[in-house]
């Protein structure tokens, strides 16, 4: 239950920030744009490590297996991010619906969890509904829209992989990790292509971003760890309704039919999830 609240506060915190750096990189190159608030990001975690009095764990930060995570979330925040800034965000956070799907085939392939048939329905069901939405064929599925796929199949790889790193690190150094991996990439990158000016909006947006997003990395980590990746995997259908509503109130996209009754479809199957996941939560072994 924990993990599937970490899970949803996550959800929620990402879709603000990905509309904010979205507004902030118009005119701005991608790794401009991430690296900035990168470097704001970290800065709020490396407080909150010094906070919680963590900083002497520090050095686990450097462990292959939190490297390997880090990597992972280099590879996923660059891939999602472009495609973002190049596509409207409605259709970018559906693809990414794509996620718990992959992540339910990844964690009986190498954590060897048994999911129960229901869960499966209700993950496949979620599944048609995302095509629902974004219709793959049609004008707005682009290369942009497969560049977001490939951000999907990264992200799931970046989940699964972090039941992998050891326990004895804090959730919170991991997240350090990744924050910091994410930002010396697209520091190294803006130095390459060169330093474009910046308006006060564009810092303002950035800095807030920055925010949500240190919020998020942690949330999301910790339910990658205390959940049943098959089932706190389900939640994050819940950003298609969240990134809708967003897009309709800051760049007045709205959904057609079809896609509103997608939407539905993926939120009845997210609360299936939630309810199946239950018995389990409660140690008792579950069929169902």
Request: hydrophobic content about 60%; proline content about 5%.
């Amino acid at each position: 239950m924990r993990g599937a609240m970490a899970m949803l506060g996550a959800i929620g915190l990402f879709i603000v920030n990905d509309a904010m750096i979205k507004l902030a990189s118009e005119g701005l190159p991608a790794a401009q744009t991430i690296g900035v608030r990168g470097v704001f990001a970290t800065s709020w975690i490396i407080l909150a490590v010094l906070a919680s009095g963590l900083h002497r764990q520090v050095r686990h930060a450097l462990e292959p297996r939190t490297v390997g995570r880090a990597l992972l979330d280099v590879a996923s925040t660059f891939t999602y991010l472009i495609a973002l800034f190049n596509m409207p965000m409605a259709l970018a956070v559906a693809i990414g619906q794509t996620a718990p799907l992959v992540m339910l085939l990844l964690c009986v392939l190498f954590l060897r969890e048994q999911v129960p048939w229901k869960r499966w329905a209700a993950m496949l069901v979620g599944f048609a509904a995302v095509l629902l939405v974004a219709r793959p064929g049609s004008e707005g599925f682009t290369w942009w829209a497969a560049l977001s796929l490939l951000a999907t199949l990264c992200s799931a790889l970046r989940d699964i992989y972090t039941r992998v790193v050891p326990q004895h690190v804090p959730s919170l150094i991991i997240t350090l990790a990744s924050a910091m991996a994410v930002t010396l990439v697209a520091t190294a990158l803006t130095a390459l292509a060169g330093w474009q000016p910046m308006t006060m909006e564009q810092w303002g947006l950035l800095f807030a971003a920055s925010l949500f997003l240190a919020g998020a990395y942690h949330l999301m980590i910790v339910a990658m760890r205390l959940g049943e990746v098959s089932f706190v995997g389900g939640f994050r259908y819940a950003s298609l309704p969240a990134g809708a509503m967003i897009a309709w109130l800051v760049w007045g996209q709205l959904p057609d039919g079809p896609a509103v009754i997608g939407m539905l479809v993926i939120v009845a199957a997210g609360l299936y999830l939630f309810r199946t996941g239950r018995p389990a939560r409660a140690g008792v072994t579950s069929t169902g």
